[in-house]
Nanobody
Framework: QVQLAESEGGLVQPGGSLGLSCAASGLTFSSYAMGWFRQAPGKGREFVAAIGRSGISTTYADSVKGRFTISRDNAKNTVYLQMNSVKPEDTAVYYC?????????????????WGQGTQVTVSS
């Protein structure tokens, strides 16, 4: 049974930093591209960042480029999202997801497995 478990999010002040992790089990982690998505209240789920199987290739949504960093540790079956210089508009439930695509994918339909999500709130 595949499980993706995000770390606890939390409340962070604007301009601050927060790191998320997502531990995967029940799959061959290095065979999956990984992604982070988010969903704000009243909005659809949107792409945040993705990383290829080896960790060399990454891509980001324009809204987070230069502020967020995605990385992975295949030895630990874990993908990370480091969020810096956060803004109130980054407030959302954040989800990690796994895709069998060879390349990096940004669309939700290409992801087979999803975590439960973790709340991140940016507020003073």
């Amino acid at each position: 049974q595949v499980q993706l478990a995000e770390s606890e999010g939390g409340l962070v002040q604007p301009g601050g930093s927060l790191g998320l992790s997502c531990a995967a089990s029940g799959l061959t982690f290095s065979s999956y591209a990984m992604g982070w998505f988010r969903q704000a209240p009243g909005k659809g789920r949107e792409f945040v960042a993705a990383i290829g199987r080896s960790g060399i290739s990454t891509t980001y949504a324009d809204s987070v480029k230069g502020r967020f960093t995605i990385s992975r540790d295949n030895a630990k079956n874990t993908v990370y999202l480091q969020m810096n210089s956060v803004k109130p508009e980054d407030t959302a439930v954040y989800y990690c997801a796994a895709s069998r695509n060879i390349g990096i994918v940004e669309v939700t339909t290409e992801y087979s497995y999803w975590g439960q999500g973790t709340q991140v709130t940016v507020s003073s």
